[in-house]
Nanobody
């Protein structure tokens, strides 16, 4: 499966962005999908994930209700709505897909087999 992330850009503190992840190739609606991010000189960290149906979701503790992950399986697209953005949210955001039996509880990058190229989000203060 190939993943293409988009939607990043420059936004002011408190602003919003919506990220998109388009899947192609041997897509499966059963894939767990996740978003991760990596800031300069930091390790890649978990943001959010959801199960195949999109009903069950898992968020990093620091998200605190600011971000929402969703998916539209008919469009093979996963979204990350980000509100109340802060300068510390500045990072390259990656979408990822996990083959079964990985569950949406998995917060480790190693649990995801397929990665997009990343989209840069910059939040100015």
């Amino acid at each position: 499966v190939q993943l293409q992330a988009s939607g990043g850009g420059l936004v002011q503190t408190g602003g919003s962005l919506r990220l998109f992840c388009a899947a192609s190739g041997r897509t499966r609606s059963s894939y767990v999908m996740g978003w991760f991010r990596q800031a300069p000189r930091k390790e890649r960290e978990f943001v959010a994930a959801l199960n195949g149906s999109g009903v069950r979701k898992n968020y990093a503790d620091w998200v605190k209700g600011r971000f929402t992950i969703s998916r539209d399986n008919a469009k093979n697209t996963v979204y990350l709505q980000m509100n109340s953005l802060k300068p510390e949210d500045t990072a390259v955001y990656y979408c990822a897909a996990a083959d079964p039996p990985t569950t949406f509880y998995n917060r480790s990058p190693g649990g995801y087999s397929h990665w997009g190229q990343g989209t840069l989000v910059t939040v100015s203060s």
